[in-house]
């Protein structure tokens, strides 16, 4: 019963992006998906874990940078350069994970924010003969065309990354329900309970990490063969916050928030940067608005009022509810 | 190795980014001992006092009226975003009231670029005068600065030991619900606190502002380094906030003598380092721990 049950979200989830591929334009979809991507890995830290980091732009530009040298220097499959990207962030993350999962929620927030930032610089000044600094790597016409989807076509790219996106978001499911995911949460509500009943906090809070930034290098993988191009920008000290106020705008800890965030983040950002040059400001008095509203973003308002209307008892399950004060 | 005249440049460089930095990060630092919130509006405090210093400096052509002016800006703005943003969500978790303060910061630099428009603008040095030490020319500008975080310190420290409301404040950063039961009311503290830090550290954007250019990203920049202070100092600590504040600033200011791209990446390495070895910060105590 279960299992029918999240099939069904899964295939309603299909079905809304299909028809939202017909009615926006491609560009904006992809990069909705792809910024979604990028949003489940800080969801998950934030929402499950009690991690709040600002530093997810560092482990996107190890997937982007990843599969920018493979592509550039090496091979000219895409699907290789995804996979080497992917492959980039575990080997990261396994080793800065130790370190990190150690600190404090809030300590932990600003060491990755020192982390992002040093990748900043190390992309852009020292490794610059490697990297061509601020030039970026461009390598569009260096990918090959593959067979079944080809990867240098944006409508066969949306395919591929809508696949993705929906096999992560079946990932992330599977991961709440099982053991493991109780075990994150109750990391988050409380580490000594959990302690003395003979789990090991500190390894549950390194696979999270683990599990969290290799999502987020998969999304920097993605946007490198979209664009065809990686520069140190995507990594810079400007953007570090992007990814947590999406969290918090679709809602923390909810299956859905990732995507409704992203829809809402971007299409602000693209209607309201087309009226008004600068969009920071809105966007900062929008945060300012959530936070002071309530905790629940987006999604976390709309789901009880959609579970009502539509008579679906309780499909999604919400959990951003259990354990009031994180780590 | 390296010739004498350039270490002693070297040092008082890194004294007067690292005197800077003190004066951001012991806002940051004190409003996360007593509110437990970690502010990062600061750094718009700063720019303010960056901006109104140098709006005043055109209007008049003297400096120091602009850097008293830009103190007084940032304390306003600070006043009034304490009043309407951070007393409804004190209470809340910390990671709430982060992302909030970062929504101050980000709306904050929207308005400045509504204002001041988007070009960095350079803002003249009040005094052009160069010292002697040991034979090593040093702009008499830099010693000021360093001389008036030293005079900050030691204000701070006076108001902190020997007033009435800084003992309370001192008290509070201990424990907070024992303050408010002995009947005095946290709330006015964390008032006249967030409102010190608000003007510290628009008093470190009037004087930085003439030895860099006035930008409006300008705290975007700074923000990592003040945060690296104040993770290195352990939060909530004065003392750890000047020791960290004069590591940093060396460390930037002699790694650049070394190898120039090292300066930007060094302090971090540094940071952590330290949190490697002691994840709370040199004088972060632990009873501040969760």
């Not at chain 1, 591929?160 to 949460?185: N, T």
């Not at chain 1, 916050?241 to 859905?256: F, K, M, N």
């Not at chain 1, 940067?273 to 600068?278: A, Q, R, W, Y």
């Not at chain 2, 005094?127 to 008036?148: C, D, H, K, N």
Request: glycine share 12%.
């Amino acid at each position: 019963m279960n299992i029918f049950k999240w099939w069904w979200g899964i295939l309603l989830a299909f079905l809304l992006l299909g028809v939202v591929r017909v009615i926006l334009p491609l560009p904006f979809v992809i990069e909705v998906i792809i910024f979604s991507i990028y949003t489940m890995g800080c969801n998950f830290l934030l929402g499950r874990v009690g991690f709040i980091s600002f530093g997810q732009p560092a482990y996107l530009a190890v997937g982007a940078y990843g599969t920018a040298f493979y592509l550039y220097y090496f091979g000219t499959n895409p699907y290789i350069g995804i996979l080497l990207g992917l492959l980039a962030g575990v080997v990261v993350s396994v080793i800065v994970g130790p370190f990190f999962v150690r600190l404090r929620s809030d300590y932990f927030a600003l060491v990755n924010l020192a982390l992002a930032v040093i990748v900043y610089y190390l992309m852009e000044k020292i490794l610059a003969d490697i990297t061509h600094g601020d030039n970026g790597l461009w390598f569009l016409t260096r990918m090959s065309s593959t067979p079944v989807l080809d990867l240098g076509k944006p409508s066969d790219f949306f395919i591929f990354a809508f696949l993705v996106a929906m096999a992560l978001w079946a990932f992330y499911k599977y991961l709440d329900d099982s053991i493991y995911g109780a075990c994150c949460l109750a990391t988050k509500i409380n580490e000594d309970k959990l302690k003395f009943l003979g789990y090991s906090n500190f390894n549950i809070r390194w696979l999270a990490f683990i599990i969290a930034n290799t999502t987020t290098a998969l999304a920097g993988a993605l946007y490198a063969v979209y664009f065809g191009f990686v520069s140190p920008e995507i990594t810079s000290p400007a953007r570090c916050a992007d990814p947590v106020v999406v969290t918090i705008l679709g809602g923390v800890g909810t299956l859905y928030g990732p995507i409704v965030g992203a829809i809402a983040y971007t299409g602000m950002k693209d209607l309201i940067s087309g009226f008004i040059v600068n969009w920071e400001l809105f966007i900062g008095l929008l945060l300012v608005f959530i936070m002071l509203a309530g905790e629940k973003g987006i999604w976390g308002t709309l789901e009880p009022i959609l579970g009502k209307t539509l008579f679906l008892k309780r499909i999604l399950p919400s959990l951003q509810d259990r354990g009031d004060k994180s780590r | 190795m390296m010739d004498t005249q350039l270490l002693i440049s070297g040092v008082i460089f890194g004294l007067s980014i690292g005197s800077i930095y003190f004066l951001l990060a012991i806002g940051l630092s004190l409003c996360f001992g007593l509110m437990r919130i970690i502010s990062l509006d600061q750094l718009l405090y700063y720019s303010i006092g960056a901006f109104v210093s140098y709006t005043i400096y055109v209007a008049t052509g003297n400096t120091w009226i602009g850097v008293f002016g830009g103190m007084a800006a940032a304390g306003i703005v600070s006043f009034g975003v304490e009043r309407f943003v951070y007393l409804r969500i004190y209470e809340r978790d910390i990671a709430f009231t982060m992302i909030a303060s970062f929504g101050i910061l980000i709306a904050g630099v929207g308005a400045i670029k509504y204002i001041w428009g988007l070009v960095p603008r350079p803002a003249p040095i009040p005094i052009e005068t160069q010292a002697t030490i040991l034979g090593t020319e040093i702009p008499v500008y830099r010693l000021m600065v360093i001389g008036i975080s030293f005079l900050v310190y030691v204000g701070i420290w006076l108001f902190l030991n020997r007033t009435i409301t800084g003992k309370a404040i001192r008290a509070g950063i201990e424990d907070v619900e024992h303050v408010e039961g002995l009947g005095i009311n946290v709330y006015k503290l964390f008032t006249i606190t967030f409102i010190i830090a608000g003007t510290l550290s628009g008093l470190a954007g009037g004087l930085h502002a003439p030895l860099i250019m006035v930008d409006p990203h300008m705290g975007l920049h700074v923000l990592a380094f003040v945060f690296m202070v104040v993770i290195i100092g352990g939060l909530g600590s004065i003392k750890g906030t000047l020791a960290s504040a004069f590591i940093v600033g060396q460390v930037t200011s002699l790694g650049s003598l070394i190898y120039a791209p090292l300066a930007q990446m060094a302090p971090f390495a540094i940071m952590l380092l330290i949190l490697l070895i002691k994840p709370t910060g040199l004088y972060g105590s632990k009873l501040l721990k969760r």
